[in-house]
């Protein structure tokens, strides 16, 4: 098995929330679109380890607050994108 980082897109809205930054500007300041945001937040969306590092750094959070690791098979079932 293999590990890798899964966001938690409600607890990263939480705490953007908390911290209050607005949506907009929070999308700006981690170099990603207010959509692709939304989808994050609402966890349609899993944002590469580089998007995770500049969310945790804008929240000024460690990493591992919203980025549990998580088991995966060594390999994605087929037809399922990485």
């Not at 981690?30 to 969310?55: F, H």
């Amino acid at each position: 098995m293999a590990h890798k980082r899964v966001i938690n897109g409600p607890a990263v809205k939480a705490m953007r929330e908390l911290v209050g930054i607005k949506h907009g500007r929070f999308a700006v300041a981690t170099g990603i679109t207010p959509g692709y945001l939304s989808n994050i937040e609402s966890g349609r969306k899993q944002p590469s380890p580089e998007v995770q590092r500049k969310i945790a750094t804008e929240l000024g959070a460690p990493l591992d607050a919203n980025t549990p690791v998580v088991q995966t098979p060594d390999r994605e079932p087929e037809g399922v994108a990485a």
